[in-house]
Nanobody, 122 residues
Framework: QVQLVESGGGLVQAGGSLRLSCAAS????????MGWFRQAPGKEREFVAA????????YYADSVKGRFTISRDNAKNTVYLQMNSLKPEDTAVYFC???????????????WGQGTQVTVSS
């Protein structure tokens, strides 16, 4: 059974940092793109960041560019999202996703985690 388990969420003050992790089990995703999405209350799920299988290319939403960094450790079957200079508008449930040919499109991902809450206070 394939599982993606996010961790690292929590409550942080504006300007602070968090590092999210997404550990995969049940199959290896070293040959697949992986991504992070987020969903705030009353809003649609939106793309945050993605990384290709070889880590050769990374993609970011304009709203997080320069503040967030996605990375992966294929040996650990894990993807990370380092979030710096957090803002209250970054508050959302953050989801990890795996395996997609269109890395920015949520509907194209085959596997999803359950999400981890990130709350940024002002």
């Amino acid at each position: 059974q394939v599982q993606l388990v996010e961790s690292g969420g929590g409550l942080v003050q504006a300007g602070g940092s968090l590092r999210l992790s997404c550990a995969a089990s049940g199959r290896t995703f070293s040959n697949d793109a992986m991504g992070w999405f987020r969903q705030a209350p009353g809003k649609e799920r939106e793309f945050v960041a993605a990384i290709t299988r070889s880590s050769g290319s990374t993609y970011y939403a304009d709203s997080v560019k320069g503040r967030f960094t996605i990375s992966r450790d294929n040996a650990k079957n894990t993807v990370y999202l380092q979030m710096n200079s957090l803002k209250p508008e970054d508050t959302a449930v953050y989801f990890c996703a795996a395996r997609s040919l269109i890395v920015t499109a949520a509907l194209k991902y085959a596997y999803w985690g359950q999400g981890t809450q990130v709350t940024v206070s002002s």
